[in-house]
Nanobody, 126 residues
Framework: QVRLVESGGGLVQAGDSLRLSCAVSGRTFSASAMAWFRQALGKEREFIAAISWSGDSPYYADSVKGRFTVSRDNAKNTLYLQMNSLKPEDTAVYYC???????????????????WGQGTQVTVSS
C-alpha cells in the first residue's frame, strides 16, 4: 500500500523559511514523479512544483519560482520543498503527490497524480 506522509508545516512570519518533507512508502520511490500542491481556504488546489524520478529539471508555478525549491532523496524515499521568503499568501495546506505512470514530461495537472498525502498546514503571518 502506497503511503505519503507530509511533515514540516507550521506557523511562521513573513520572510521566514520552512522545509516540508514527504516520506513515501509502499512502492519504489525512485521510479516516481512527485509534486507539491497547496490549497488555501476556500480555493482550488493549485500546483506548486514537480520533479522527475531523477531530480532533473524541476518545474515550478510562477507564484513560487525563485523562492521555493523542490528536491528529492531517493535513498531516503523522501521529497522536500524548501520554502524561502514566505508570504502571507503562501498560507495553505500543502500536499505531496506521486505517480508511477511514465509520462513524457512531469506534469502540473493534479489529475495525473495517483497518490496523495494528508497535507500539512503552513501559516504565514504578516
Amino acid at each position: 500500500q502506497v503511503r505519503l506522509v507530509e511533515s514540516g508545516g507550521g506557523l511562521v512570519q513573513a520572510g521566514d523559511s520552512l522545509r516540508l518533507s514527504c516520506a513515501v512508502s509502499g512502492r519504489t520511490f525512485s521510479a516516481s514523479a512527485m509534486a507539491w500542491f497547496r490549497q488555501a481556504l476556500g480555493k482550488e488546489r493549485e500546483f506548486i512544483a514537480a520533479i522527475s524520478w531523477s531530480g532533473d529539471s524541476p518545474y515550478y508555478a510562477d507564484s513560487v519560482k525563485g523562492r521555493f525549491t523542490v528536491s528529492r532523496d531517493n535513498a531516503k524515499n523522501t521529497l522536500y520543498l524548501q520554502m524561502n521568503s514566505l508570504k502571507p499568501e503562501d498560507t495553505a495546506v500543502y500536499y505531496c503527490a506521486a505517480t508511477w505512470t511514465q509520462y513524457s514530461s512531469i506534469s502540473s495537472s493534479r489529475t495525473l497524480y495517483d497518490y496523495w498525502g494528508q497535507g500539512t498546514q503552513v501559516t504565514v503571518s504578516s
